[in-house]
């Protein structure tokens, strides 16, 4: 059953936000993705973020419609299950909160980002298909870090191989 929601009670300390934006900010670029820089723009979301974390129980999108039940909001809990692929076609995910290093360099600008995600009917058609369904009819490559054997389906290899670190030309096409 669904919380009754009450946000007038929901708050967010300041200095719990800015925690958070530090702590964040150390692990992802440890990981090898990165935040957009504007900070206030970042702490904007990254509040809505923790508002639905105390609202639902788990940090969903802050630019997307949640529907209160976990299992249906699965793909959507930040990162999102579209980050990735976001990232590889437009250098930013879909809210602006990750942005590739190309546009961190300035080497290529932020457009507009359509919405990835499938519309509910779909959803609930790939909820039904099998694994194996979903694999052979899945066009997206496999990637594996030479270094220490990280997999990873996507249009691209990362930017740096998150487990070991190493740069994306030490990444080739697993079979
Ligand atoms: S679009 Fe960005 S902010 Fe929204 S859930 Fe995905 S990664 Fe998080």
């Known amino acids: 059953m669904n919380n009754i929601l009450n946000d007038s009670i929901i708050l967010v300390e300041d200095n719990e936000l800015n925690n958070h934006h ?8 440890s990981s090898g993705y990165h ?3 504007d ?18 129980g788990y940090g969903v999108c802050p630019c997307r419609l949640a529907v209160n039940n976990k ?9 999102c299950d579209y980050r990735d692929p976001d990232l ?12 590739s290093g190309e546009i961190l360099k300035g080497k290529s600008k932020l457009k507009s980002i359509p919405e990835r995600r499938p519309s509910p ?7 039904n298909k099998s694994i194996s369904e979903i694999l052979s009819s899945s066009t997206t490559p496999m990637w594996r870090c030479k270094v220490c054997g990280y997999l990873c389906a996507r249009e691209q290899p990362p930017e740096i191989c998150p487990i070991c670190k ?3 030309e030490r990444f080739e096409i697993f079979k």
């Not at 530090?22 to 670029?29: A, D, F, S, T």
């Not at 900070?39 to 639902?56: D, V, W």
């Not at 009917?121 to 909820?127: A, C, N, P, V, Y």
């Open 71 to 79: 299992k249906d909001d699965l793909d959507i809990i930040c990162p």
């Open 39 to 56: 900070a206030e723009f970042t702490k904007s979301l990254l509040k809505s973020i923790i508002l639905n974390e105390k609202r639902y």
């Open 22 to 29: 530090l702590e964040l900010k150390k692990q992802i670029e």
């Open 88 to 99: 590889d076609e437009y250098g930013a995910c879909y809210c602006g909160l990750y942005i």
């Open 35 to 37: 935040l957009n820089p």
């Open 166 to 168: 190493v740069e994306r």
């Open 121 to 127: 009917e779909q959803r609930e058609i790939l909820k």
